[in-house]
Structures are given as structure tokens and as C-alpha cells.
């Protein structure tokens, strides 16, 4: 029997590739029919796929209030890009640094009441309303804005609420009732708790196993399309090198190899000064591929390699798509200890390498142990064992935890 159809927003549907696209599109393949609204439009991609779905995908306002929420956001949005190439010296006191963040933080609340207007127009009988990847401020002000209640996921918090933002939070506190914050780690529940006490929030990864584990031919065909012969090793390393990404650590163990190793890189943005400093590493051969890159392509990237690389700085706790996407993909790993839950549950499991953060010598280890003998690849039950559900299972939850939130509004 065919579910009823979910409200799915994703202002980072225009990204090609990656996390949040991914879960967009399982969810929406789960729920045949489901409304997609994407206020800065779909990577081509994802369009593709959405539609194969059934599903309705809206890119614009459809009623005046909205359209005047979102033409606030966007106007928030320069002036907050503006402030930031103003303020970026450190020659400026860190209230002045900040403020253009703050500012970002009121137009992504605009944008979100703008697309909440929407679904509330188009689907007022939804079964959920899910914002995908919802801002880490403001979480009361977005609902009244939008005047729909939803679940948010939030996935991590980049900046947090000054006074001014912090003044206008308190104002629409009320509006924390007609949500649910739904996080995607413990980690990073106990983070916003302390925040937000009043912000009801469950845990529950964002990740959803689509079933589509590599096959044989993508191995082969990955190794063929990089020219790499079967019985050399391989790791991959990617995505973006973010803050969060401990990218000093991995240059530092591949000056340790003493042994041949392929390294496939893919991501962006990337450190191109780096890069080439790797090329003249002698037992390294680095082959990149230029990001961002359709799934296909990255498929073939994971399917190249014996293990995926994951190194972040001790204490990031927001959910991996990379670890993530290794364990529904059957890649084995080689993930630094940065998470002490995360690390707790790939504990023991001999697909799974794991060195203390910010050590090069202990991820040098790791590398040459990959390079001797091969992890084993993760089983299907490796999914399950990180938190992750079917889409199917995570649209069940989303429904009913959204009925339970309007159970909990008709009765206030």
C-alpha cells in the first residue's frame, strides 16, 4: 500500500550531489506524489529523479506573503554577504565580524517562513511538513512566520544568536511549540539542548539506506576509469575541505607512506596548493576529480576504493554522509575518533579503521594496514548498525512524528 504523500523542503536542492539531495530524493521515491519545495531551485539530477517519483516540485512562492517573505530573505542575504567582505579583518571589533552572520541567520528564517507559507497553500492536509536541512537560530520565528507547523532537521550549529537575534528569538518563543527539531546525533541534540530548552527535539539520522549497495561493475569500472590496476591499493577521500575537516592531519601521514598508495580526491572546495604538494609525495599517486560531481560519478569514485578516509577535528559531532554513505555502499573505512558515539558503534567492526584525531602517525598506521591487506566490506546490516533506516522507514517516522505535533497543537 502506497503511504500518503510528505511536504519535503530543501533549500540545498540546487547542491549536485551529496547528503542532502540524496535523502531528498529516497524520500520522495518512498512517497510517491510527495510535494518538493526548493527555493533556490533543483540540480538537474535531482529533477530527474524527483519526477521518475511522482513527486510536485515547486521553485517559487505561490502567494503574496510568500513572495514578499522571500524578497526580504534574499535582500537579507546580500546585505549579509556585503557585511561579511566588509568585516572580515580582524581589525574590527568581533560584534561587527559577527553581525553579517547574524543577519544570515534572519534571511535563512525568512526564506524558511516563506516556504512554509507555500506548503501551508499547496498541501494544507499534509501529512508532514519537513524542512530537510533547517537553520540552527530562530526555530519559533520561522514557524510563526510560516504559520505551518513542521519538523526541522538540524544539522549542525555554525553560529550562534547574538543578542539582536536572540532578542527576536525570545519574541516568537511561542512558535517553538509548533515544531520539532529532529538531530541527526546525540552530539548534536546535547549541543542544541542547552541552546533551545524549551525546543522539543528527537534524535534520528538524517542518512536513509536506499538498498543500492556498489556492484562489481562499478568496482571494475572504477578502477578502469582511473587506469588503476586491481591489486594496488586505493583510498578516497571526499568532499569539501571544511573547518570541520582535519585535512593538516591526512597531508602529514601521506609524507609517512612507505609504500605505494593511490589516493582518489574529489570535492569542493578544495586546497589546490595542497594538492600539488601531494603530487610530489613519492609513494602517493593522487588522481582528483574536479567537484561538485553527479552520484554516478561518485559511485564509481567509492567503487574505486578499499576505504573511504574520514578525518574531522576531535569533538565534531554532526552526522558523517560520508560514513553514512560507506556503510550503505559497502566501502570499507578509515575514520578518525573525532566522535565518541560514532566510534563507539564502529568499535569492533572489522571493516571499520579507526586513529585518533589529529594523530598523523596512527592514520599512517591505518593507511598502511589498508594498503597490506584490504579491510573486508561492510555487510548489509552495516546501515542499521549507524542509526540508519530505510526511506520508507524514515518517512513512516516523519508522519508520525508530525501527527504527534499536531495531536500536541489542537489541544494547546
Known amino acids: 500500500m502506497i503511504g500518503s504523500p510528505l511536504v519535503l523542503i530543501e533549500p540545498y536542492a540546487d547542491r549536485l550531489g551529496g547528503h542532502h539531495q540524496r535523502t531528498l530524493v529516497a524520500l520522495a521515491q518512498a512517497r510517491p506524489g510527495s510535494l518538493v519545495i526548493a527555493p533556490n531551485g533543483i540540480a538537474r539530477d535531482a529533477v530527474t529523479a524527483l519526477r521518475e517519483a511522482g513527486a510536485r516540485l515547486v521553485t517559487a512562492p505561490t502567494t503574496h506573503l510568500a513572495t514578499v517573505l522571500l524578497a526580504a530573505s534574499r535582500l537579507a542575504a546580500g546585505l549579509a554577504a556585503i557585511g561579511q567582505r566588509v568585516f572580515c579583518s580582524r581589525r574590527w571589533p568581533r560584534c561587527l565580524?559577527?553581525?553579517?552572520?547574524?543577519?544570515?541567520?534572519?534571511?535563512?528564517?525568512?526564506?524558511?517562513?516563506?516556504?512554509?507559507r507555500t506548503a501551508r497553500h499547496l498541501e494544507p492536509g499534509a501529512e508532514a511538513v519537513v524542512i530537510l536541512t533547517a537553520s540552527e537560530a530562530l526555530h519559533g520565528a520561522a514557524a510563526l512566520l510560516g504559520g505551518q507547523p513542521h519538523l526541522r532537521f538540524v544539522h549542525e550549529q555554525v553560529t550562534t544568536e547574538d543578542a539582536a537575534v536572540r532578542l527576536l528569538g525570545g519574541l516568537t518563543r511561542r512558535g517553538e511549540e509548533r515544531t520539532v527539531a529532529v538531530y541527526p546525533t546525540q552530539a548534536v541534540a546535547d549541543q542544541f539542548a542547552a541552546a533551545f530548552p524549551e525546543l522539543?527535539?528527537?534524535?534520528?539520522?538524517?542518512?536513509?539506506?536506499?538498498?543500492r549497495r556498489l556492484t562489481a561493475a562499478e568496482r571494475e569500472g572504477g578502477r578502469a576509469a582511473f587506469d588503476i590496476p586491481a591489486a594496488e591499493a586505493v583510498v578516497c577521500l571526499i568532499g569539501g575541505w571544511w573547518p570541520y575537516k582535519d585535512i593538516a592531519t591526512v597531508g602529514a601521514a601521506l609524507t609517512r607512506l612507505t609504500e605505494p598508495l593511490h589516493l582518489v580526491v574529489t570535492g569542493q572546495p578544495l586546497d589546490t596548493a595542497v594538492l600539488e604538494r601531494w603530487r610530489d609525495l613519492p609513494n602517493l599517486h593522487l588522481h582528483l576529480v574536479v567537484g561538485p560531481v553527479a552520484e554516478s560519478v561518485l559511485r564509481l569514485v567509492y567503487g574505486t576504493a578499499d576505504a573511504a578516509l574520514v578525518a574531522r577535528r576531535l569533538g565534531v559531532g554532526k552526522e558523517s554522509g560520508l560514513v553514512m554513505d560507506a556503510a550503505r555502499l559497502g566501502v570499507p573505512l578509515i575514520v578518525s575518533d573525532h566522535d565518541p558515539h560514532l566510534t563507539a558503534r564502529l568499535r569492533s567492526q572489522p571493516w571499520a579503521l579507526t586513529f585518533p584525531a589529529g594523530n598523523p602517525d596512527g592514520l599512517a598506521g591505518a593507511l598502511h594496514a589498508v594498503i597490506r591487506q584490504p579491510p573486508e566490506r561492510p555487510g548489509p546490516e552495516a546501515p542499521g548498525l549507524l542509526g540508519m533506516w530505510t526511506?520508507?522507514?524514515?518517512?513512516?517516522?516523519?508522519t508520525r512524528t508530525f501527527a504527534s505535533l499536531r495531536t500536541k497543537e489542537s489541544r494547546c
Open 97 to 116: 565580524r559577527r553581525l553579517p552572520h547574524q543577519v544570515t541567520l534572519v534571511a535563512r528564517c525568512l526564506t524558511e517562513a516563506s516556504v512554509l
Open 200 to 211: 522539543p527535539g528527537v534524535v534520528r539520522a538524517f542518512a536513509v539506506d536506499d538498498g
Open 391 to 398: 526511506a520508507a522507514e524514515q518517512a513512516d517516522f516523519l
